[in-house]
């Protein structure tokens, strides 16, 4: 098993697992990995140190050791958050697709029950919804949060 550090173009590091280092190029190459946080496809390897176990013998304790300190991990605590923000909005909201904007309005207006729904629309169609008074928040969610993981 390979446990890799994997970083999408736009910086999120995060870690992969593979059976083997072909395992992974052939995911790749196939745009099989993604990035879990934006869903893009553009991922490349980290540098990452070995694990090295080193162990000391009783003969060499009072000896001179060459040590080099590894950098700390980055902090993923903001992009863990917005994970977890972006899994609540999926969970509880209904998917209306390409209809968002129409929903939106018939909630508004009160032609249906008003609920929590997302979808998709253009920008000049949010701008216009706004100017309405219909509140919406424009986001972008990780393609993965909207599939089936398998």
């Known amino acids: 098993m390979k446990v890799l550090d994997l970083q999408c173009a736009l910086g999120h590091t995060f870690e992969g697992w593979f059976g083997s280092e072909d395992d992974f190029v052939s995911q790749l190459s196939r745009s099989l990995v993604q990035c879990p946080l934006c869903g893009d496809a553009e991922v490349h390897k980290k540098l990452s140190a070995p694990r090295l176990n080193l162990s000391i013998s009783r003969r060499d304790k009072g000896s001179e050791l060459d040590v080099v300190a590894a950098p700390s991990a980055p902090d993923n605590s ?39 729904i997302r979808g998709k629309t253009t920008v000049d169609e949010a701008r216009a919804l706004l100017e309405e008074g219909i509140e919406v928040l424009p986001m972008v969610l990780p393609p993965a949060l909207k599939e089936t993981l398998q």
């Open 78 to 116: 903001i992009a863990a958050a917005w994970m977890e923000l972006a899994r609540r909005i999926v969970a509880n909201t209904d998917d209306v697709g390409e209809r968002f904007a129409d929903e939106a309005r018939k909630m508004h207006y009160g032609e249906t029950e008003e609920r929590a």
